[in-house]
């Protein structure tokens, strides 16, 4: 079976510091992993997605993330926030069904 | 840029009446999905559409439910007779040949009454 956990409901940052926002996945082979962001009354847009060619995983906007199979995670980062940045970020796992995490509702304060 | 466009953005239903959401895939995609997210819960996949006919759906995708390609460039979902529980955000997805990356639209807001 697959899925994926988001650890953190809401993450709250400063502008100009670090984003951290976890996944964790359940996966019994090598699972296709993505990352999209959500803004308020837009669709879902990828940011970058992981499929067993590179674990470390560079998307649009300066986020990044990296597969670690010994723990089970594929957390997404960005060395400095930016106030656009603020939106609902999805974890996801799947090929062809994709199975949604709960989503991180990331806010960043001036 | 190509986008998955859908239409409404919004649409008010009463309960037991049939509603229609449209989507437009990218021109050259073949994969066609539907998801929904109900208020406060996950994204969950309903169905994928392939070759024009259902290659996967989920337990959510009851017999209330259908999907139709009607022409080159619509593909739509169809809920028969609404009920409360049916008020989501509803996203249509598509991909490529062989891409396992799903473009998404920005989703049509049901409200059943």
């Known amino acids: 079976a697959q899925s994926v956990t988001q650890l953190d409901s809401h993450v709250s940052v400063s502008e100009g510091t670090p984003v951290l926002l976890r996944c964790n996945y359940s996966?019994?082979?090598?699972?296709?992993l993505f990352w999209y962001v959500q803004h308020p009354n837009k669709g879902l847009q990828l940011l970058l997605k992981?499929?067993?060619?590179?674990?470390l995983v560079k998307g649009i906007n300066g986020f990044e993330a990296e597969f670690k199979k010994s723990e089970t995670s594929f957390h997404l980062t960005k060395p400095s926030a930016h106030m656009s940045d603020a939106a609902e970020y999805f974890c996801?796992?799947?090929?062809?069904?994709?199975?949604f995490g709960t989503g991180t509702s990331l806010t960043v304060i001036p | 840029e190509p986008e998955v466009t859908q239409t409404p953005s919004h649409q008010v239903t009463q309960m037991g009446q049939e509603v229609i959401l449209r989507c437009v895939p990218i021109?050259?995609?073949?994969?066609f999905y539907w998801y929904r997210q109900i208020l406060g819960q996950k994204v969950e996949f309903l169905v994928s559409?392939?070759?024009?006919?259902?290659?996967?759906k989920s337990e959510i995708f009851d017999d209330q439910f259908s999907v139709e390609r009607p022409d080159g460039s619509n593909f739509t979902l169809k809920i028969r007779s609404t009920k409360l529980e049916d008020s989501a955000m509803y996203f249509c997805?598509?991909?490529?040949?062989?891409?396992?990356?799903?473009?998404f639209g920005p989703g049509t807001r049901l409200t059943v009454l």
């Open positions: 992981y499929t067993s060619a590179a674990t």
């Open positions: 559409f392939y070759n024009n006919e259902i290659s996967e």
């Open positions: 996801v796992t799947g090929y062809n069904q994709f199975y």
């Open positions: 996966s019994s082979y090598s699972p296709s």
């Open positions: 997805a598509s991909s490529g040949d062989g891409d396992n990356e799903q473009f």
């Open positions: 021109s050259n995609h073949l994969y």
